[in-house]
């Protein structure tokens, strides 16, 4: 006999609503709390309370999981022995979509019950009978675009720059609010000159996107050539608020809204309004990509996932091992014709590897709380993935079953891929350096150099730095990716390589002094990174630092004592002029 509970008496139908209504308090808990965390952070700016709006971030990274967790575990005990009822979930799920037909984040509330339904089945694929794989709704058009913007005309460029700023209110005044208007406005009729183009008018959020230690007014002007994206940075300093930078190409404001950034804090009352604003100025970024950026990483993960079954459907191509050299604790698959790529955990690491597999796992959760700083590639983990077994290159499907048995598996013509991170694709640094010209391989090799810079004062130590580990995104920019070896820069123990105590301690193969587990050595980084000889004086000019212990121990240090250090997410060139009085110490 079936186990009794108090529902157990009750019609499938009613209980039914009673689950999807349970669900659907969930999934308010969850926007209230993520609401009310994401509304501190202007005052958290205004503060400068830098520590606070770090923790701030990271509550809001935990909360989907927690909220989730607590309501799988309510969800079971109200079903009890029908909680694996296909019936009832199809009534739920139907239930559920009326509960969120009139809410403003429906396409968010679908990928919570799909969450809810995938703990609980742990379904292989997808079952579009008690998940939503396609949305139930359209996304309705934009009715009232002055709740997500402000249309600006240009009577005086000075004067509609002057409205713009104003509108931000805040609590803190501006170090030099005349002179920042005057900047900006000279920015903009210098750039209109430049493009010989004429300002329709300019929309701007009315909110403003908030990160790290800087503010972000977005926005699109409008001009006889079509959409230019708008970003401004403020930034606080000595005397109060000043405008850092101006953006205004499409490559500078995607790389604010990149995969490899931590997400933005902003308050908007319809995300996919919002989305569609984002990608009318950066039409080659991803709908996934974008509302990853904006804190809603769990409905990216599911736009990306429809993205690629979309793909799968229009394409004929098979995966294949991606480029780039093998390595030894994951084995990564791509597509040619979809950006992403696939990165399996093998099932054994081959010496000197002493990782574990939990280890790999644990380097990822790692990354996902963590100030990425432009530089780490950020993973969405997907389980019980399936794809058909023609969509598998022969060498590529006999490798994963020899190196990754336990999580990859061919049942009735499928492959079932147990678990997965999917990231954007990028070219391996090494591959991008044998074809790259003379000008463009040193520009790289700065920015490589700098790319562990600014991991390092995020309190990042990327471990292994050989450049097939480093990867360079479409707009240039070096990133990180391989994780097995990662770890917290204050936990390392940066040593200066001691001297030989005699000529046979020098020839010795073995070292004639005792190295800890944490202990590294910057002096030998060069014999590690593999830079090719016609880089490698180019990095030594600019990044010469990184092999002297002074820079880590220092580092450290400045880590130690709590500070946190700004990284700026675009070009020098892009900043205004400010007197040395303003800017931040």
Not at 341 to 355: G, H, N, Y
């Amino acid at each position: 006999m079936p186990p009794t509970s108090p529902t157990s008496r009750l019609t499938d139908s009613r209980l039914a609503n009673l689950a999807a209504r349970q669900i659907f308090d969930g999934f308010g808990r969850y926007c209230r709390r993520f609401r009310e965390i994401t509304c501190q952070a202007q005052r958290r700016f205004e503060m400068q309370a830098w520590h606070a709006q770090r923790a701030d971030t990271l509550e809001r990274l935990n909360l989907y999981r927690q909220i989730v967790d607590r309501t799988v575990i309510m969800v079971q005990e109200l079903l009890a022995h029908r909680q694996q009822n296909k019936v009832v979930w199809m009534s739920m799920k139907a239930v559920y979509s009326g509960l969120i037909a009139e809410r403003s984040d429906w396409e968010l509330a679908e990928t919570f019950f799909n969450s809810i339904t995938r703990r609980i089945f742990t379904t292989v694929g997808v079952d579009p009978q008690i998940e939503f794989v396609d949305p139930d709704f359209d996304l309705p058009q934009l009715t009232d675009p002055q709740a997500l913007y402000t249309a600006y005309y240009p009577d005086k460029l000075e004067e509609m720059v002057h409205q713009i700023l104003q509108a931000c209110n805040l609590a803190v005044p501006f170090a030099d609010f005349a002179g920042d208007c005057c900047q900006i406005s000279q920015r903009l009729a210098q750039f209109l000159s430049e493009n010989q183009t004429s300002l329709y008018r300019i929309d701007v959020v009315n909110t403003l996107f908030y990160r790290g230690k800087g503010a972000y007014l977005v926005g699109r002007i409008y001009t006889p050539q079509g959409l230019v994206p708008l970003a401004v940075v403020l930034l606080q300093g000595k005397k109060g608020i000043f405008i850092d930078a101006v953006l205004l190409d499409a490559n500078s404001v995607s790389i604010l809204f990149s995969f490899a950034r931590s997400y933005f804090h902003v308050i908007v009352e319809r995300p996919s309004d919002l989305v569609r604003f984002i990608h009318s100025i950066l039409p080659r970024k991803r709908i996934a990509e974008i509302y990853i950026s904006l804190g809603y990483n769990k409905h990216g993960k599911t736009e990306l996932y429809r993205d690629l079954l979309n793909h799968l459907k229009q394409s004929e191509a098979q995966f294949e091992i991606a480029p780039g050299q093998r390595g030894m604790v994951m084995i990564v698959y791509s597509l040619p014709d979809f950006d992403v790529v696939f990165k399996l955990i093998k099932d054994r690491f081959a010496p000197p590897k002493k990782t574990t597999r939990q280890d790999v796992i644990n380097n990822y959760e790692m990354v996902f709380r963590h100030d990425r700083a432009g530089r780490l590639v950020d993973a969405q983990s997907f389980e019980f993935l399936e794809f058909k077994y023609g969509r598998f290159i022969p060498e590529l499907l006999a490798e994963l079953l020899e190196v990754a048995a336990n999580t990859v598996q061919v049942e009735d013509q499928t492959v079932v891929v147990r678990h997965a991170y999917v990231e954007r694709q990028v070219m391996p640094l090494d591959l991008f350096l044998q074809t790259a010209d003379e000008a463009t391989a040193n520009r790289i090799i700065i920015d490589y150099g700098q790319a562990i810079k600014d991991m390092a004062v995020t309190n990042i130590f990327a471990g292994d730095m050989l450049l097939k580990n480093f990867g360079v995104t479409r707009h240039e920019r070096v990133v990180f990716y391989d994780y097995d070896e990662l770890r917290p820069l204050t936990e390392c123990n940066f040593r200066k390589f001691p001297q030989a105590m005699s000529y046979e301690d020098e020839l010795s193969a073995e070292p004639w002094f005792h190295i800890g587990e944490r202990d590294v050595f910057p002096e030998e980084f060069l014999h590690f990174m593999g830079l090719p000889s016609q880089v490698k004086e180019t990095f030594l000019a600019h990044h010469n630092d990184l092999l002297d212990v002074t820079f880590w121990q220092q580092t450290q240090q400045r880590l130690e004592a709590g500070e946190i250090i700004t990284i700026r997410p675009y070009l020098d060139e892009h900043r205004l002029p400010q007197p040395s009085d303003t800017l931040d110490s």
